[in-house]
Protein backbone atom coordinates (compact mmCIF):
# COMPACT_ATOMS: atom_id res chain seq x y z
CA UNK A 1 0.00 0.00 0.00
CA UNK A 2 2.82 2.43 0.97
CA UNK A 3 4.40 1.76 -2.27
CA UNK A 4 1.17 2.55 -4.15
CA UNK A 5 0.50 5.72 -2.44
CA UNK A 6 4.27 6.49 -3.03
CA UNK A 7 3.83 5.97 -6.86
CA UNK A 8 0.62 8.51 -7.34
CA UNK A 9 2.23 10.96 -5.21
CA UNK A 10 5.30 10.66 -7.77
CA UNK A 11 2.60 11.09 -10.96
CA UNK A 12 0.82 14.12 -9.06
CA UNK A 13 1.10 16.88 -11.19
CA UNK A 14 1.44 15.02 -14.46
CA UNK A 15 -1.00 16.35 -17.33
CA UNK A 16 -3.37 13.97 -19.39
CA UNK A 17 -5.01 14.87 -22.35
CA UNK A 18 -8.34 13.69 -22.16
CA UNK A 19 -10.05 13.28 -25.75
CA UNK A 20 -14.01 12.50 -26.09
CA UNK A 21 -16.43 13.96 -28.31
CA UNK A 22 -19.06 13.64 -25.32
CA UNK A 23 -19.24 16.55 -22.55
CA UNK A 24 -20.76 13.55 -19.70
CA UNK A 25 -17.63 11.24 -20.62
CA UNK A 26 -15.01 14.31 -20.57
CA UNK A 27 -16.11 15.42 -17.10
CA UNK A 28 -16.40 12.19 -15.63
CA UNK A 29 -13.31 10.99 -16.44
CA UNK A 30 -11.77 14.81 -15.47
CA UNK A 31 -13.44 14.48 -12.48
CA UNK A 32 -11.45 10.90 -11.58
CA UNK A 33 -8.11 12.12 -12.35
CA UNK A 34 -8.08 15.38 -10.93
CA UNK A 35 -9.21 13.89 -7.80
CA UNK A 36 -5.79 11.91 -8.81
CA UNK A 37 -3.68 15.27 -8.61
CA UNK A 38 -3.83 15.50 -12.13
CA UNK A 39 -3.81 18.39 -14.46
CA UNK A 40 -6.72 17.52 -17.48
CA UNK A 41 -6.78 18.92 -20.19
CA UNK A 42 -10.49 18.21 -22.42
CA UNK A 43 -10.56 18.46 -25.84
CA UNK A 44 -13.82 16.93 -28.26
CA UNK A 45 -12.57 15.61 -31.23
CA UNK A 46 -9.14 14.42 -32.87
CA UNK A 47 -8.90 18.14 -35.08
CA UNK A 48 -8.93 19.95 -31.40
CA UNK A 49 -6.40 17.33 -29.76
CA UNK A 50 -3.85 17.73 -32.55
CA UNK A 51 -3.91 21.53 -32.14
CA UNK A 52 -3.61 21.46 -28.94
CA UNK A 53 -0.28 19.34 -28.93
CA UNK A 54 0.74 21.76 -31.79
CA UNK A 55 0.58 24.83 -29.41
CA UNK A 56 2.15 22.86 -26.27
CA UNK A 57 5.18 21.25 -28.74
CA UNK A 58 5.46 25.43 -28.87
CA UNK A 59 5.62 26.03 -25.35
CA UNK A 60 7.45 23.41 -24.20
CA UNK A 61 4.34 21.81 -22.12
CA UNK A 62 3.28 18.26 -23.78
CA UNK A 63 1.08 16.23 -22.05
CA UNK A 64 2.46 13.43 -19.62
CA UNK A 65 -0.47 11.00 -21.12
CA UNK A 66 -3.32 11.19 -23.57
CA UNK A 67 -6.61 9.28 -23.02
CA UNK A 68 -8.27 9.16 -26.46
CA UNK A 69 -11.99 7.55 -27.38
CA UNK A 70 -11.46 5.57 -30.10
CA UNK A 71 -14.57 6.60 -31.64
CA UNK A 72 -14.56 10.14 -32.21
CA UNK A 73 -16.28 11.79 -34.92
CA UNK A 74 -13.72 12.89 -37.30
CA UNK A 75 -10.77 10.67 -37.17
CA UNK A 76 -10.87 7.31 -35.05
CA UNK A 77 -8.55 7.25 -31.92
CA UNK A 78 -6.67 4.75 -34.00
CA UNK A 79 -6.06 7.28 -36.90
CA UNK A 80 -5.00 9.65 -34.05
CA UNK A 81 -2.77 7.64 -32.25
CA UNK A 82 -1.02 6.97 -35.59
CA UNK A 83 -0.48 10.67 -36.41
CA UNK A 84 1.06 11.65 -33.16
CA UNK A 85 3.21 8.71 -32.48
CA UNK A 86 5.00 9.39 -36.67
CA UNK A 87 5.72 12.74 -35.11
CA UNK A 88 9.12 12.09 -33.01
CA UNK A 89 8.39 15.20 -31.17
CA UNK A 90 5.23 13.61 -29.92
CA UNK A 91 5.70 9.99 -30.19
CA UNK A 92 7.03 9.43 -26.44
CA UNK A 93 3.35 10.78 -25.33
CA UNK A 94 1.84 7.49 -24.11
CA UNK A 95 -1.83 6.87 -25.61
CA UNK A 96 -4.46 4.81 -23.90
CA UNK A 97 -7.27 4.27 -26.01
CA UNK A 98 -10.66 3.79 -24.00
CA UNK A 99 -14.59 2.81 -25.35
CA UNK A 100 -17.65 2.79 -24.15
CA UNK A 101 -18.70 0.30 -26.71
CA UNK A 102 -17.88 -3.42 -25.95
CA UNK A 103 -14.60 -4.44 -27.31
CA UNK A 104 -13.13 -7.41 -28.47
CA UNK A 105 -9.46 -8.70 -29.10
CA UNK A 106 -10.08 -6.95 -32.45
CA UNK A 107 -10.26 -3.80 -31.11
CA UNK A 108 -7.55 -4.42 -28.78
CA UNK A 109 -5.03 -5.56 -31.29
CA UNK A 110 -5.86 -2.68 -33.44
CA UNK A 111 -5.17 -0.12 -30.30
CA UNK A 112 -1.62 -1.73 -30.47
CA UNK A 113 -0.61 -2.08 -34.07
CA UNK A 114 -1.92 1.72 -33.41
CA UNK A 115 1.41 2.52 -31.33
CA UNK A 116 -1.02 2.67 -28.02
CA UNK A 117 0.33 1.92 -24.76
CA UNK A 118 -2.92 0.37 -22.91
CA UNK A 119 -7.03 0.04 -23.96
CA UNK A 120 -9.72 1.04 -21.28
CA UNK A 121 -13.43 -0.20 -21.20
CA UNK A 122 -15.46 2.65 -20.25
CA UNK A 123 -17.03 3.21 -17.51
CA UNK A 124 -14.82 1.31 -15.57
CA UNK A 125 -13.88 2.18 -11.14
CA UNK A 126 -11.99 5.48 -11.17
CA UNK A 127 -9.31 3.30 -9.56
CA UNK A 128 -8.63 1.15 -12.36
CA UNK A 129 -8.55 4.59 -14.15
CA UNK A 130 -6.06 5.89 -12.51
CA UNK A 131 -3.82 2.41 -12.47
CA UNK A 132 -3.63 2.13 -16.27
CA UNK A 133 -2.72 6.32 -16.44
CA UNK A 134 0.05 5.36 -13.30
CA UNK A 135 1.01 2.46 -16.09
CA UNK A 136 1.13 4.21 -18.77
CA UNK A 137 3.27 6.80 -17.19
CA UNK A 138 5.58 4.31 -15.38
CA UNK A 139 6.42 2.85 -18.71
CA UNK A 140 7.29 6.36 -20.44
CA UNK A 141 9.25 7.03 -17.60
CA UNK A 142 11.19 4.17 -18.19
CA UNK A 143 11.57 4.44 -21.73
CA UNK A 144 12.61 8.14 -21.30
CA UNK A 145 15.09 6.74 -18.43
CA UNK A 146 16.52 4.04 -20.74
CA UNK A 147 16.74 6.13 -23.50
CA UNK A 148 18.84 9.00 -21.50
CA UNK A 149 21.08 6.25 -19.92
CA UNK A 150 21.35 5.03 -24.01
CA UNK A 151 22.35 8.89 -24.24
CA UNK A 152 24.93 8.95 -21.49
CA UNK A 153 26.20 5.51 -22.33
CA UNK A 154 27.03 6.94 -25.95
CA UNK A 155 28.24 10.09 -24.58
CA UNK A 156 30.70 8.23 -22.29
CA UNK A 157 32.28 5.78 -25.18
CA UNK A 158 32.63 9.49 -27.25
CA UNK A 159 34.46 11.40 -24.16
CA UNK A 160 37.00 7.85 -23.56
CA UNK A 161 38.11 8.17 -27.06
CA UNK A 162 38.69 11.68 -26.84
CA UNK A 163 40.85 11.00 -23.43
CA UNK A 164 42.87 8.12 -24.98
CA UNK A 165 43.50 10.65 -27.62
CA UNK A 166 45.62 13.29 -25.33
CA UNK A 167 48.48 13.88 -26.45
CA UNK A 168 49.70 15.74 -22.74
CA UNK A 169 48.90 15.80 -19.14
CA UNK A 170 47.84 18.98 -19.71
CA UNK A 171 45.41 18.10 -22.50
CA UNK A 172 44.68 15.16 -20.97
CA UNK A 173 43.44 16.64 -17.93
CA UNK A 174 41.63 19.56 -20.11
CA UNK A 175 40.02 16.69 -22.47
CA UNK A 176 38.85 14.94 -19.12
CA UNK A 177 37.34 17.99 -17.69
CA UNK A 178 35.25 18.74 -20.69
CA UNK A 179 34.04 15.24 -20.73
CA UNK A 180 32.89 15.19 -17.08
CA UNK A 181 31.30 18.69 -17.37
CA UNK A 182 29.02 16.77 -20.66
CA UNK A 183 28.09 13.48 -18.78
CA UNK A 184 27.23 15.60 -15.35
CA UNK A 185 25.96 19.27 -17.31
CA UNK A 186 28.09 20.99 -14.60
CA UNK A 187 31.51 22.80 -14.72
CA UNK A 188 34.50 20.03 -13.75
CA UNK A 189 37.99 20.29 -13.00
CA UNK A 190 40.27 17.21 -13.04
CA UNK A 191 44.09 17.01 -11.63
CA UNK A 192 46.93 14.55 -12.94
CA UNK A 193 49.46 13.92 -9.86
CA UNK A 194 52.47 13.34 -11.28
CA UNK A 195 54.95 11.16 -9.21
CA UNK A 196 57.57 14.56 -8.88
CA UNK A 197 54.79 16.10 -7.24
CA UNK A 198 54.01 18.13 -10.64
CA UNK A 199 50.11 19.08 -10.95
CA UNK A 200 48.40 19.04 -14.39
CA UNK A 201 45.26 20.59 -14.35
CA UNK A 202 42.15 21.28 -16.44
CA UNK A 203 38.64 23.02 -16.75
CA UNK A 204 35.61 22.64 -18.16
CA UNK A 205 34.66 25.34 -20.91
CA UNK A 206 31.06 24.89 -18.70
CA UNK A 207 31.28 26.91 -15.73
CA UNK A 208 31.57 30.63 -15.17
CA UNK A 209 35.34 30.65 -14.35
CA UNK A 210 36.04 34.14 -13.38
CA UNK A 211 39.94 33.55 -13.22
CA UNK A 212 41.76 30.55 -13.43
CA UNK A 213 42.47 29.17 -9.64
CA UNK A 214 45.92 30.09 -9.46
CA UNK A 215 48.56 27.43 -8.04
CA UNK A 216 47.90 28.23 -3.97
CA UNK A 217 44.10 26.69 -4.52
CA UNK A 218 45.55 23.89 -7.22
CA UNK A 219 48.25 22.78 -5.23
CA UNK A 220 44.38 22.74 -2.26
CA UNK A 221 43.01 20.47 -4.51
CA UNK A 222 45.94 18.85 -5.06
CA UNK A 223 46.98 17.95 -1.30
CA UNK A 224 42.55 16.48 -1.11
CA UNK A 225 43.19 14.56 -3.78
CA UNK A 226 46.39 12.66 -2.83
CA UNK A 227 44.60 11.86 0.36
CA UNK A 228 41.70 10.16 -1.03
CA UNK A 229 42.50 6.32 -0.81
CA UNK A 230 41.52 4.25 -3.63
CA UNK A 231 42.99 0.37 -5.02
CA UNK A 232 44.57 0.39 -8.30
CA UNK A 233 42.56 -0.01 -11.21
CA UNK A 234 38.93 1.07 -9.29
CA UNK A 235 37.07 4.41 -8.54
CA UNK A 236 36.46 6.20 -5.32
CA UNK A 237 33.54 8.59 -5.28
CA UNK A 238 33.56 11.06 -1.75
CA UNK A 239 32.32 14.40 -0.74
CA UNK A 240 34.60 17.47 0.37
CA UNK A 241 33.07 19.69 2.63
CA UNK A 242 33.08 23.16 1.51
CA UNK A 243 35.23 24.39 3.90
CA UNK A 244 37.72 21.92 2.97
CA UNK A 245 38.00 22.84 -0.92
CA UNK A 246 39.04 26.11 -2.32
CA UNK A 247 36.34 28.47 -3.75
CA UNK A 248 38.37 29.06 -6.74
CA UNK A 249 37.23 26.50 -8.36
CA UNK A 250 33.81 26.02 -8.15
CA UNK A 251 32.60 29.09 -5.35
CA UNK A 252 31.01 27.63 -2.10
CA UNK A 253 29.50 24.78 -1.63
CA UNK A 254 30.40 20.73 -1.21
CA UNK A 255 32.28 19.23 -4.07
CA UNK A 256 32.26 15.33 -5.29
CA UNK A 257 35.90 14.15 -6.25
CA UNK A 258 35.65 10.96 -8.30
CA UNK A 259 39.29 9.94 -8.02
CA UNK A 260 41.25 6.31 -9.85
CA UNK A 261 44.70 5.72 -9.32
CA UNK A 262 47.30 3.96 -12.21
CA UNK A 263 48.15 0.63 -12.04
CA UNK A 264 51.93 1.31 -12.09
CA UNK A 265 52.27 3.79 -9.98
CA UNK A 266 48.92 4.10 -8.31
CA UNK A 267 49.68 8.26 -9.19
CA UNK A 268 45.88 9.79 -8.35
CA UNK A 269 43.84 11.24 -11.11
CA UNK A 270 40.82 13.13 -9.96
CA UNK A 271 37.66 14.38 -11.32
CA UNK A 272 35.72 16.99 -9.48
CA UNK A 273 32.31 18.61 -9.94
CA UNK A 274 29.85 20.64 -7.65
CA UNK A 275 27.96 18.25 -5.55
CA UNK A 276 24.44 17.74 -7.32
CA UNK A 277 21.30 15.57 -7.26
CA UNK A 278 21.20 11.81 -8.71
CA UNK A 279 18.43 9.90 -7.44
CA UNK A 280 18.83 7.45 -9.95
CA UNK A 281 21.63 6.84 -9.67
CA UNK A 282 23.07 6.21 -13.58
CA UNK A 283 25.21 9.36 -13.53
CA UNK A 284 28.15 8.60 -10.69
CA UNK A 285 28.70 5.51 -12.35
CA UNK A 286 29.60 6.88 -15.59
CA UNK A 287 31.98 9.50 -14.34
CA UNK A 288 33.85 6.26 -12.29
CA UNK A 289 34.32 4.68 -15.53
CA UNK A 290 35.34 7.88 -17.24
CA UNK A 291 37.71 8.79 -14.04
CA UNK A 292 39.32 5.02 -15.03
CA UNK A 293 39.28 5.79 -18.16
CA UNK A 294 41.42 9.02 -17.45
CA UNK A 295 43.94 7.06 -15.12
CA UNK A 296 44.21 4.54 -17.89
CA UNK A 297 45.60 7.37 -20.53
CA UNK A 298 47.57 9.02 -17.89
CA UNK A 299 49.83 5.86 -17.39
CA UNK A 300 52.16 5.79 -21.24
CA UNK A 301 51.72 9.88 -20.40
CA UNK A 302 53.25 9.75 -17.14
CA UNK A 303 55.73 7.28 -18.13
CA UNK A 304 56.90 9.55 -20.98
CA UNK A 305 56.85 13.07 -18.75
CA UNK A 306 59.32 10.95 -16.56
CA UNK A 307 61.39 9.43 -19.60
CA UNK A 308 61.22 13.23 -21.23
CA UNK A 309 62.36 14.89 -18.06
CA UNK A 310 65.66 12.51 -17.97
CA UNK A 311 66.41 13.32 -21.19
CA UNK A 312 66.26 16.89 -20.48
CA UNK A 313 68.12 16.49 -17.33
CA UNK A 314 70.68 15.25 -19.59
CA UNK A 315 70.49 17.94 -22.46
CA UNK A 316 70.65 20.14 -19.49
CA UNK A 317 73.77 18.69 -17.95
CA UNK A 318 75.72 17.52 -20.46
CA UNK A 319 75.24 21.28 -23.22
CA UNK A 320 77.29 23.76 -21.85
CA UNK A 321 75.93 26.46 -19.98
CA UNK A 322 78.64 28.73 -20.72
CA UNK A 323 81.49 28.98 -23.85
CA UNK A 324 85.13 29.37 -23.04
CA UNK A 325 86.81 32.13 -23.37
CA UNK A 326 87.97 31.77 -26.17
CA UNK A 327 90.66 34.14 -27.85
CA UNK A 328 90.44 35.73 -31.26
CA UNK A 329 87.02 35.21 -31.87
CA UNK A 330 83.51 35.84 -30.47
CA UNK A 331 81.18 33.14 -29.82
CA UNK A 332 78.02 32.90 -29.03
CA UNK A 333 74.99 29.98 -28.60
CA UNK A 334 71.49 29.59 -28.38
CA UNK A 335 69.19 25.92 -27.56
CA UNK A 336 65.63 26.09 -27.06
CA UNK A 337 64.04 22.82 -26.20
CA UNK A 338 61.16 21.67 -27.76
CA UNK A 339 57.78 22.15 -26.19
CA UNK A 340 56.47 19.97 -24.06
CA UNK A 341 53.83 18.18 -26.40
CA UNK A 342 57.14 17.12 -28.79
CA UNK A 343 59.53 14.13 -28.10
CA UNK A 344 63.05 14.63 -27.07
CA UNK A 345 65.67 15.57 -29.80
CA UNK A 346 69.59 15.25 -29.72
CA UNK A 347 70.45 18.43 -30.78
CA UNK A 348 73.81 19.69 -29.71
CA UNK A 349 76.59 21.46 -30.07
CA UNK A 350 80.57 22.71 -29.41
CA UNK A 351 82.93 25.23 -29.13
CA UNK A 352 86.29 23.60 -27.77
CA UNK A 353 89.77 25.38 -27.77
CA UNK A 354 92.76 23.13 -29.53
CA UNK A 355 96.10 23.78 -30.26
CA UNK A 356 95.20 24.15 -34.46
CA UNK A 357 92.51 26.97 -33.54
CA UNK A 358 89.07 26.81 -32.55
CA UNK A 359 86.58 23.50 -32.98
CA UNK A 360 83.09 24.55 -33.04
CA UNK A 361 80.40 22.16 -33.83
CA UNK A 362 76.85 21.87 -34.44
CA UNK A 363 74.70 18.55 -34.94
CA UNK A 364 71.31 16.70 -34.66
CA UNK A 365 71.27 12.74 -33.60
CA UNK A 366 68.21 11.29 -35.64
CA UNK A 367 65.22 10.63 -33.77
CA UNK A 368 63.33 11.89 -30.56
CA UNK A 369 63.60 9.50 -27.40
CA UNK A 370 65.87 9.13 -24.01
CA UNK A 371 67.99 7.11 -26.85
CA UNK A 372 68.87 9.73 -28.92
CA UNK A 373 69.50 12.16 -26.02
CA UNK A 374 72.15 9.70 -24.73
CA UNK A 375 73.81 9.36 -28.14
CA UNK A 376 74.17 13.05 -28.16
CA UNK A 377 76.25 12.82 -24.92
CA UNK A 378 78.54 10.68 -26.22
CA UNK A 379 78.95 12.53 -29.20
CA UNK A 380 80.00 15.50 -27.24
CA UNK A 381 82.43 13.33 -24.72
CA UNK A 382 84.06 11.90 -28.45
CA UNK A 383 84.62 14.76 -30.19
CA UNK A 384 85.98 16.39 -27.10
CA UNK A 385 88.19 13.50 -26.58
CA UNK A 386 89.16 13.07 -29.96
CA UNK A 387 89.94 16.79 -30.65
CA UNK A 388 92.72 16.84 -27.99
CA UNK A 389 94.73 14.31 -30.37
CA UNK A 390 93.77 15.64 -33.52
CA UNK A 391 91.35 18.25 -34.57
CA UNK A 392 91.48 18.15 -37.96
CA UNK A 393 87.72 18.06 -38.73
CA UNK A 394 87.73 15.51 -41.76
CA UNK A 395 89.56 12.86 -39.40
CA UNK A 396 87.38 14.13 -36.44
CA UNK A 397 84.03 13.13 -38.38
CA UNK A 398 85.54 10.03 -39.99
CA UNK A 399 86.49 8.92 -36.14
CA UNK A 400 82.85 9.35 -34.90
CA UNK A 401 81.37 7.83 -38.17
CA UNK A 402 83.46 4.44 -36.82
CA UNK A 403 81.92 5.14 -33.52
CA UNK A 404 78.52 5.20 -34.53
CA UNK A 405 79.48 1.91 -36.67
CA UNK A 406 80.84 0.27 -34.01
CA UNK A 407 78.60 1.40 -30.86
CA UNK A 408 75.13 2.52 -32.51
CA UNK A 409 74.61 0.19 -35.62
CA UNK A 410 71.11 1.35 -35.60
CA UNK A 411 71.43 4.91 -35.22
CA UNK A 412 72.40 8.14 -37.10
CA UNK A 413 73.26 11.71 -36.62
CA UNK A 414 74.40 14.91 -38.76
CA UNK A 415 77.42 16.78 -37.57
CA UNK A 416 79.50 19.75 -39.24
CA UNK A 417 82.42 21.00 -37.82
CA UNK A 418 84.64 24.15 -38.71
CA UNK A 419 88.37 24.47 -36.98
CA UNK A 420 89.23 28.11 -37.24
CA UNK A 421 92.67 30.00 -36.76
CA UNK A 422 91.88 33.01 -35.22
CA UNK A 423 95.40 34.37 -36.23
CA UNK A 424 94.98 33.72 -40.15
CA UNK A 425 91.58 33.65 -40.61
CA UNK A 426 91.47 29.80 -42.17
CA UNK A 427 88.88 28.01 -41.40
CA UNK A 428 88.61 23.92 -42.34
CA UNK A 429 84.86 22.78 -42.59
CA UNK A 430 83.54 19.06 -42.16
CA UNK A 431 80.54 18.63 -43.13
CA UNK A 432 77.97 14.78 -42.36
CA UNK A 433 74.64 15.77 -43.59
CA UNK A 434 73.62 18.72 -41.25
CA UNK A 435 72.69 21.98 -43.04
CA UNK A 436 75.65 23.39 -43.96
CA UNK A 437 77.16 27.02 -41.86
CA UNK A 438 76.45 30.05 -43.20
CA UNK A 439 78.97 32.87 -43.96
CA UNK A 440 77.58 36.38 -42.71
CA UNK A 441 80.12 39.08 -44.22
CA UNK A 442 80.62 42.53 -41.93
CA UNK A 443 79.06 43.43 -45.18
CA UNK A 444 77.40 42.27 -48.28
CA UNK A 445 74.87 38.76 -48.76
CA UNK A 446 75.24 35.90 -46.46
CA UNK A 447 76.00 32.70 -48.64
CA UNK A 448 76.79 29.25 -47.68
CA UNK A 449 79.94 27.36 -47.71
CA UNK A 450 80.17 24.48 -50.03
CA UNK A 451 80.79 21.94 -47.77
CA UNK A 452 78.51 18.50 -47.46
CA UNK A 453 78.65 14.92 -47.10
CA UNK A 454 77.37 11.75 -45.92
CA UNK A 455 75.47 11.07 -42.45
CA UNK A 456 77.69 9.93 -39.42
CA UNK A 457 76.64 6.09 -39.10
CA UNK A 458 76.54 4.81 -42.41
CA UNK A 459 80.06 3.88 -43.47
CA UNK A 460 80.28 5.97 -46.43
CA UNK A 461 83.66 7.96 -47.33
CA UNK A 462 83.78 11.59 -46.43
CA UNK A 463 84.93 14.65 -48.58
CA UNK A 464 88.31 16.46 -47.82
CA UNK A 465 86.98 19.35 -45.60
CA UNK A 466 86.35 22.94 -47.79
CA UNK A 467 88.77 25.41 -46.80
CA UNK A 468 87.52 29.21 -46.21
CA UNK A 469 89.18 32.11 -44.90
CA UNK A 470 87.27 34.58 -42.82
CA UNK A 471 87.85 38.07 -43.04
CA UNK A 472 88.30 40.09 -39.99
CA UNK A 473 84.35 40.68 -38.26
CA UNK A 474 82.70 38.13 -40.67
CA UNK A 475 80.29 35.63 -38.76
CA UNK A 476 80.15 31.82 -39.42
CA UNK A 477 76.37 30.87 -38.13
CA UNK A 478 75.33 26.94 -37.36
CA UNK A 479 71.93 26.12 -36.71
CA UNK A 480 70.06 22.83 -36.02
CA UNK A 481 67.14 22.32 -38.60
CA UNK A 482 64.71 23.18 -35.46
CA UNK A 483 65.13 26.34 -36.34
CA UNK A 484 64.13 26.62 -39.48
CA UNK A 485 62.17 23.54 -41.07
CA UNK A 486 58.34 24.02 -42.10
CA UNK A 487 56.28 21.31 -43.11
CA UNK A 488 54.97 21.83 -46.61
CA UNK A 489 58.09 24.25 -47.39
CA UNK A 490 61.16 23.23 -49.45
CA UNK A 491 63.98 23.43 -46.80
CA UNK A 492 65.94 25.61 -49.53
CA UNK A 493 63.51 28.10 -49.56
CA UNK A 494 63.94 28.22 -45.31
CA UNK A 495 67.63 28.46 -45.95
CA UNK A 496 66.90 31.45 -48.31
CA UNK A 497 65.38 33.21 -45.68
CA UNK A 498 67.43 32.58 -43.12
CA UNK A 499 70.25 33.82 -45.13
CA UNK A 500 68.73 37.22 -45.88
CA UNK A 501 67.41 37.40 -41.82
CA UNK A 502 71.45 36.95 -41.36
CA UNK A 503 72.59 39.32 -43.78
CA UNK A 504 69.95 42.29 -41.64
CA UNK A 505 70.56 41.02 -38.36
CA UNK A 506 73.25 43.25 -35.78
CA UNK A 507 76.55 42.23 -35.90
CA UNK A 508 77.31 40.96 -32.57
CA UNK A 509 76.97 37.02 -32.47
CA UNK A 510 74.63 37.33 -29.57
CA UNK A 511 72.39 39.53 -30.89
CA UNK A 512 72.86 38.04 -34.52
CA UNK A 513 71.41 34.21 -32.19
CA UNK A 514 68.64 36.57 -30.75
CA UNK A 515 67.23 38.58 -34.06
CA UNK A 516 67.41 34.35 -35.89
CA UNK A 517 65.36 33.05 -32.92
CA UNK A 518 63.14 36.18 -32.98
CA UNK A 519 62.47 35.43 -36.73
CA UNK A 520 62.38 31.34 -36.79
CA UNK A 521 61.99 30.26 -33.45
CA UNK A 522 58.39 30.65 -32.48
CA UNK A 523 56.02 27.85 -32.11
CA UNK A 524 58.31 24.99 -33.28
CA UNK A 525 58.31 21.49 -32.88
CA UNK A 526 61.67 20.69 -32.93
CA UNK A 527 65.02 21.62 -30.73
CA UNK A 528 66.85 24.61 -31.43
CA UNK A 529 70.52 24.66 -31.41
CA UNK A 530 72.16 28.04 -33.43
CA UNK A 531 75.98 29.31 -32.39
CA UNK A 532 77.67 31.91 -34.09
CA UNK A 533 81.59 32.74 -34.23
CA UNK A 534 83.22 36.31 -35.26
CA UNK A 535 86.57 36.53 -36.10
CA UNK A 536 88.30 39.10 -33.87
CA UNK A 537 87.73 42.77 -36.13
CA UNK A 538 91.46 43.45 -35.45
CA UNK A 539 92.72 39.82 -36.71
CA UNK A 540 94.90 40.09 -39.83
CA UNK A 541 94.86 38.03 -42.76
Known amino acids: MNAIAQQSRSDDGSTVLVVDDTPANRYAMGAVLSRAGHVVVPVASAGEALIELDTRLRTGALPDVALVDVGLPDLSGFELCRRVKALPLLAGIP ?15 RALDAGGEAYLTVPAEPEEIRAVVRAALRGARELTDAQAQFDRLALLSETVVDVQGARCLVELATTAAEATARLTRQSAAVFVLGDDGDVHAGLSRRGAWA ?32 SMWPD ?50 AEP ?61 IGDVVGHSLDAATVMVEIRHALRAYSLEDPHPGRLVTRLDRMFQHYHPESSATLCLALV ?14 IPPLRVPHEGAAHYVDAAGPLLGLGLPHPEPTQVELAPGERLLMVTD ?35 LSCFGADRADDIAVLALRLSPDVSP
Open 482 to 516: GLIETRGTDLSVSMAQLGAAATEAPAAPDALCDTL
Open 301 to 361: LLMYERERHVALTLQRSFLPAHLPRLPGVDVAFRYVPASRQTEIGGDFYAALPTPAGVLVG
Open 421 to 434: DPVTGRASVANAGH
Open 211 to 242: AAPDAVAREQAAAIARRVVCAPGGARSTIVPR
Open 95 to 109: VVHFSARPSGPGDRC
Open 248 to 297: AYFGPGDVRLVLARTRSRHLPVCLATPVAPDPAGRIGPLVAQLARATALA
